[in-house]
């Protein structure tokens, strides 16, 4: 198979050419110990100091609230196990979503093993956190709230502002897993009442392996990863200058070019989603129809095997992914797609294409075309599409 369509940027980034230019120096002449004396290696220190300001200025953030990590999983964890281990003697009840990131989740589920309570919120048949519920989930001993910016399966973008609003005036601090969000949609930090934040850099077209923390400057926590003075004490571990350099260079482009990729990519959706929902009868776009991220699309295919219909994409040249990549191989439906309330069965038809700027309109219309086709021939195959259509006309087999 020649064509190659990649559309799962939910799950990963091609690096740009400009990325690995700007990274491939830091990984041969420049190798230096940025925590080195002597003048060749010290210099990196500057280096990665100008990728902190960078970062900083991107979410409007002074950057000594930027901490580098290993990617978004672990800024995650950071956020989570290190507010829940400092702020212990004030509370130990932590409020979240049923539709999270298993970064955040199963860091979640490891606290309540060490005697934390978590409130899991439901939210909307849209994926939206309902404010309402939020706000009678807060106890005396509540000390975290961490709710995604951005979902990465259904794309449903959260009301952050709204929840931070709400966690500044109970003086709990508010944790938004923006690994999705970061560069597809505006963030200031300040304006949007947040004080801690994960991204991460293959998301962005960055490399992987890399990823931040923003904490809000007067924050306590706890380090995840123990050893030297690196990150002001909070991140052990010689620094990735190769890898702070290409997410740099990655937020930079991203930013640099956000509104018209945005606008770009937007439309590029709003044709996908319109093109399947008009051609493939008996489907459902899952997620806010206008309230989601620029580049996501995740539609249920009633009678269809998730798992089938991306065995059947990729002898196209497709790619895309049923549920998030963490999930698939498990027989468990998503359980975002659980929160919004589908049924298994229909869960289980789940795909997801996620655009990115290099996505063209001939690309839609190539996998619309080929989706269809393979809809049709499977629903052919199935007995409860049969025993289905037998129902509406009346017919007798
Ligand atoms: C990808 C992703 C993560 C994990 O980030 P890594 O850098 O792969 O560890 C966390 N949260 C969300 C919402 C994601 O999409």
Same mark, same amino acid.
Request: proline share 3%; with cysteine; glycine share 8%.
């Given at each position: ?36 004396? $002597? ?24 950057? %000594? ?21 400092? $702020?212990?003697?004030?509370?130990? *009840? ?29 939210? @909307? ?13 807060? /106890? ?34 508010? *944790? ?11 963030? @200031?930090? %300040?304006?949007?009442?947040? @004080? ?11 490399? %992987? ?38 997410? %740099? ?94 049924? @298994? ?31 049709? /021939? ?20």
């Amino acid at each position: 198979m020649d064509r190659l369509i990649y559309l799962d940027n939910a799950a990963t980034t091609k690096v740009k050419p400009e990325v690995v230019d700007a990274m491939l120096p830091y990984f041969t002449e420049e190798f230096g110990n940025p925590s080195s004396v $002597y003048s060749f290696a010290a210099k990196n220190k500057t280096v990665i100091e100008k990728a902190r300001e960078m970062i900083a200025a991107s979410i409007n953030a002074k950057p %000594k609230e930027i901490y580098f990590t290993g990617g978004g999983s672990e800024s995650d964890n950071m956020a989570i196990k290190g507010i829940a281990r400092a $702020y212990k003697d004030k509370g130990r *009840h932590i409020i979240t979503s049923k539709i999270e990131h298993h970064a955040v989740l199963h860091s979640l589920r490891a606290l309540e093993k060490d005697g934390y309570e978590v409130t899991y919120l439901d939210v @909307d048949e849209y994926g939206v956190v309902k404010l309402d519920e939020l706000k009678k989930a807060i /106890r005396d001993d509540t000390i975290l709230i961490t709710i995604m910016f951005a979902n990465n399966e259904i794309g449903t973008i959260e009301p952050v502002k709204e929840i931070g609003q709400i966690a500044k005036e109970h003086g709990i601090l508010f *944790h938004t897993d923006a690994v999705q969000a970061y560069t597809q949609v505006p963030i @200031d930090v %300040k304006e949007l009442n947040i @004080d801690l934040m994960s991204a991460s850099g293959h998301k962005i077209n960055g490399p %992987k392996g890399i990823g931040y923390i923003y904490i809000k400057s007067g924050i306590n926590i706890e380090p995840l990863i123990d050893g030297g003075a690196q990150e002001r004490n909070r991140r052990a571990g010689t620094e990735n200058v190769p890898a702070i350099v290409g997410l %740099k260079k990655a937020a930079e482009l991203a930013i640099a070019n956000m509104e018209e990729r945005v606008a770009y990519e937007s439309e590029l959706r709003d044709y996908l989603i319109k093109s399947i929902m008009e051609r493939i009868p008996y489907t459902r776009l899952n997620g806010d129809r206008h309230n989601r991220l620029p580049n996501n699309t995740n539609f249920c295919f009633q009678f269809i095997e998730g798992e089938t219909l991306l065995i059947m994409l990729d002898m196209e040249g497709i790619c895309g992914s049923s549920g998030s990549a963490c999930t698939s191989g498990s027989l468990d439906p998503s359980h975002v797609l659980k929160a919004i309330g589908l049924p @298994d069965e229909i869960a289980h038809g789940s795909l997801r294409l996620t655009l990115s700027e290099e996505t063209t309109k001939e690309d839609i219309d190539y996998v619309v075309d080929k989706l269809d086709k393979i809809v049709a /021939r499977l629903r052919q195959m199935s007995t409860m599409y049969a025993d289905f259509i037998d129902s509406k006309t009346g017919d007798v087999r």
